[in-house]
């Protein structure tokens, strides 16, 4: 959202009308949600470190993985966040400062490294005493660990429950004000597994991009249950603050190659962040593939910014649809059972009223004009993904 300009009478008139102090908190609320917008008008792109590394994770692994989202093309559709997840953490020195253990020996020359790369820094941190899998966490140390972060030129952080305590709105506030303060901007991804509702107040506490749900495991119905319960979160997002249902487990090993093309396909119609966690430096042609089309990638960076939904449903064969910028409609056809289906995409229900010039965006091929419906052969578990204009 931009704050829209006024001329000088209606200033005039809006210091009549308003009391002075009132106007100064509007004008700085339009002002942090356009600041916001500009740091993730789409949503945020990278890759993490915990799904594939857990907490083995360490400067090499980081350098490596970053190297390859370079050398793998991956950088150029898109992907630019290195994150790392867990495990980084060692203990407070005498001041209280956090430090890294003894496998990131020089975490602001990582930075330096990732940021030469052409690429950017995430950490990860919990407003608990303790990270998820134990390692120290900020709290009490918010201002501090904020401070810490900048210094090391970090502009990401994941900050994840866990351990902590107390009203969920108000210690997730603390820490973005502690990111304010420190004068850089750090896009701000909070975790909170989807409880609380979170998606109805992420925004106001400062995140970019809230977990709308547990972690993603590398299991097609676990992946296929958060992702297709992700309708009617479409409300709550936009650009500069996003649904995040997880990462993607494409390339892990889990599933099968149909079911991380649903992955990514529904991830895409969501306008959900694109976060890789797979091992990038030794992933087949195939995951490359699948991470990579820039097709497909186009429907979640679309700059509307609108998640799409759910328009019809026959027990397990689904058709989503996302409004993109130019007027034309993603459309997402899935296919939840055991055998390949035919699908029919009857164009009335999803509002196509006139002839449609059709794209299959994975395979990058041309249907020609399509009158007013198509039938879709979809793989088992799998998805196929058009655009109509
Ligand atoms: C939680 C998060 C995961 C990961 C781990 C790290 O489970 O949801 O994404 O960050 O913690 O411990």
Redesign the pocket.
Known sequence: MNPRSFDRKELDLDRRAVPFSWMMVLMLGLCSLGARAQLAPTPPMGWNS?NHFNTTVSDAIIRQQAQAIVSSGMQAVGYSYIII??GWQGTRDANGNIQSNSKFPDMAGLAHYIHGLGLKIGI?SSPGPT???GYVGSYGHEIQDAQTFASWHIDYL?Y?W?SAAGNPQATFLKMYNALQATGQTITYSI?R?GMNKVWSWGASVGANLW?TGE?VKDVYYEMAEIGFGQEGLELFAGPGHWNDP??LQIGNGGMSENEYQTQMSLWCILSAPLVASNDIKAMTPNTLRLLSNSEVIAVDQDALGIPGKRVWQQGPLEVWVKLLADGGKAVGVFNRTLGTTPIPLRFKLIGVTSPVDARDLWSHADLGLINDGYVVMVPVHGAALLKLK
Request: aromatic residues 18%.
């Open positions: 915990w997840d867990d990860y990270s998820c899998a994941k994840d866990c975790d597994y977990r972690d997880d990462m």
